[in-house]
């Protein structure tokens, strides 16, 4: 609303100025009709968020196949203005982290052609790929803008790969494994495992 201070029986709402203002009521002399507004705004500084995410994992080494039990996720950011869709974001961040570190491998042959240009061959998380995701917040809000608000769009994202990595390692450690490239598919994690075996270790 538009009101005068002292007068609340005087007002007008955005959409009858902005009404007003598109016909061109009460315009003064060489005005033209519309309404705009243009403000500049420079952040004091960058408002960076942070996260910790933890996943429990179960390998099966027969197949190499992970199954991630339970996900836990605690999001900062910031002053939370819509939680619907803060949680809407750490949420399909969590799937397309999923899809990073489990499963969306992109594959070539020899002459450098691509294998997997399709979704046929090209694997992405379905809804039975997704555990059930614990989701919690702390508020810490920014200094450098009014609202106090940080980004939060690429949360799980980045968080989720980095967690169902560590854990998918910290199960094979009893064989020597240390590192392995994400995607850990089953093929990969199989081989990884029989390798060991191989060599002695587990």
């Not at 196949?65 to 900062?76: F, H, K, N, T």
């Not at 399709?118 to 790929?129: G, I, K, Q, T």
Request: aromatic fraction near 6%; hydrophobic fraction near 45%; proline fraction near 7%.
């Amino acid at each position: 609303m538009f009101a005068i201070a002292g007068v609340p029986g005087r007002s007008l709402t955005f959409k009858q100025v902005a009404q007003a203002a598109h016909a061109g009521q009460g315009l003064s002399p060489g005005q033209e009709p519309g309404l705009w507004a243009r403000h500049n705004y420079r952040a004091a500084g960058q408002a960076f968020p942070f996260r910790t995410h933890v996943a429990v994992v179960e390998v099966d080494l027969e197949t190499g196949q992970v199954s991630i039990i339970r996900y836990l996720a605690v999001d900062d950011a910031g002053t939370v203005i819509n939680p619907l869709l803060v949680e809407g974001q750490v949420h399909g961040g969590f799937a397309q982290g999923i899809g990073a570190a489990l499963l969306e491998e992109i594959g070539y042959d020899e002459d450098g052609q691509l294998l997997s240009g399709s979704l046929l061959d090209y694997a992405m998380p379905r809804a039975a790929d997704l555990p059930a995701c614990k989701l919690a917040h702390t508020v810490t809000p920014s200094p450098n803008n009014p609202l106090g608000a940080k980004g939060v769009g690429e949360a799980g994202t980045v968080a989720a790969p980095a967690a169902i990595a560590n854990a998918v390692l910290d199960a094979l450690a009893p064989f020597g494994l240390t590192h392995l490239d994400i995607p850990l598919t089953a093929p990969k994690i199989w081989t990884a495992i029989r390798s060991a075996h191989s060599e002695g270790r587990g």
